[in-house]
């Protein structure tokens, strides 16, 4: 179950940090062969530090069946060398039997604990990954232009989640941006027991003194390209650590 996954390796760890293996090809030193090394060299430095992986499928499908592989053997290292639970950041949303192939896809043959979902198309988009495994469904997400649209469904999709959360206990989240600093406040107050995954720290700039409306909750920071690129990756996951626990728990 992800959700007892991500307790054990936060308590463990210390830590509510997910990295994010947005492992984009034309970013990894010249010294790595291929994603998968690249890969193995971050979960090595970074494995006794994180509470999540969270594997973004974009930069592993932008390669073709190279790219799957290397998502096939990211995943087999992660389970190998560790018991972190792995975040697979799909967003996926389709009808029916279209969600239920993915979900087999990503759950039976892949074999994450988690997926991130979109919740555009409603629950019969949402409820098939439900019947397999855990969902971050996205809320309020941290690009600019969600206040096109997500501003103001947000409210019913957090109704929506929480209604899901009482079919499916334990197998519902909600993906927050930290840049979304104005609504953190009312919507942890309106979130019940949904743990939050929040990307948006690190290069998008969210502050994480966010964390501070969050105490006590289950949540899971994700930052990808400030990590994973930098020149120390085991020091700045630590870090990392250090500032989000300041806030989280301080
Ligand atoms: O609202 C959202 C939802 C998902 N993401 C994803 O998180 C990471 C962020 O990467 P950084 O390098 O730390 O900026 C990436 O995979 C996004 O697709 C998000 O940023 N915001």
Known sequence: MFLEKYRKAR??????????????????PKKFRNIT???????????????????NIAFYEKLGWRGYKALEETVELIKQDTKVPIILDAKRGDIGNTAKAYA???????????????????RDAIIPFLEKGHVFILLLTSNESAHELEISVY???LELSKELERTY??????????????????????????????????????NPKILEELKGR???????????????VRNTAEEFREILNKYYLG
């Open 11 to 28: 308590d463990k760890n210390n830590s509510i940090l997910v990295v994010g293996l947005d492992s984009d090809i034309d970013r990894i």
């Open 104 to 122: 087999e896809a990503y759950f039976d043959k892949l074999k994450v604990d988690s997926v991130t979902v979109n919740p555009y198309m409603g």
């Open 155 to 157: 409210p019913r999709v």
């Open 169 to 206: 206990p334990k197998k519902v989240g909600i993906v927050v941006g930290a840049t979304k600093e104005d609504y953190i406040k009312k919507v942890s107050h309106e979130s019940g027991t949904l743990p939050w995954l929040i990307p948006g720290i690190g290069t998008q700039g969210g």
């Open 37 to 55: 090394e690249f890969n193995e060299h971050v979960i090595k430095e970074t494995a006794d530090l994180v509470c999540a992986y969270k594997i």
């Open 218 to 232: 289950d949540i899971l920071v994700n930052v990808s390209r400030a990590i994973i690129f930098a020149e120390n």
